[in-house]
C-alpha cells in the first residue's frame, strides 16, 4: 500500500520556523519527484516546493522563496520543508505529494500519490 505521512505542523508566531517532514512507501518515493502543496479554505491547493529524485533541481513558488527549503532523504524515504520566516498567510494545511517523473511539474494533477495534510497556523 503506497503511503504518505506528514508531520511537523502546528502553531507558531510571524517570524518563526517548523519543520515538516514526510515519511513515504517504498514505491511513492522510488524515482519520484516530491512536492509540497498547501490550501487554505475555499481556494485550490496551491503548488509551494518540489524537489527531483536525486535533489539536483528544486523549484518553489514566488511567494516562499528565500524562506522556504525543500530537501530529501532517499535512504530514509523522506522529504523535508524547511520554513523560515513565517507569515500568516502561509497559514494552511501543507501536503505532501509524489509524482513518477524525472521532471518537476507544479500543476496538483502530476501528482500520483497524496499525503493527509499537516495544518500550520502562523499567528501575528
Known amino acids: 500500500q503506497v503511503q504518505l505521512v506528514e508531520s511537523g505542523g502546528g502553531l507558531v508566531q510571524a517570524g518563526g520556523s517548523l519543520r515538516l517532514s514526510c515519511v513515504a512507501s517504498g514505491r511513492a518515493f522510488s524515482n519520484s519527484v516530491m512536492g509540497w502543496f498547501r490550501q487554505t479554505p475555499g481556494k485550490e491547493r496551491a503548488f509551494v516546493a518540489a524537489?527531483?529524485?536525486?535533489?539536483?533541481?528544486?523549484n518553489y513558488a514566488d511567494s516562499v522563496k528565500g524562506r522556504f527549503t525543500i530537501s530529501r532523504d532517499n535512504a530514509k524515504n523522506t522529504v523535508h520543508l524547511q520554513m523560515n520566516s513565517l507569515k500568516p498567510e502561509d497559514t494552511a494545511v501543507y501536503y505532501c505529494a509524489a509524482a513518477p517523473l524525472s521532471s518537476i511539474v507544479m500543476n496538483p494533477s502530476g501528482y500520483l500519490y497524496w499525503g493527509q495534510g499537516t495544518q500550520v497556523t502562523v499567528s501575528s
Open positions: 524537489i527531483t529524485w536525486g535533489g539536483g533541481v528544486t
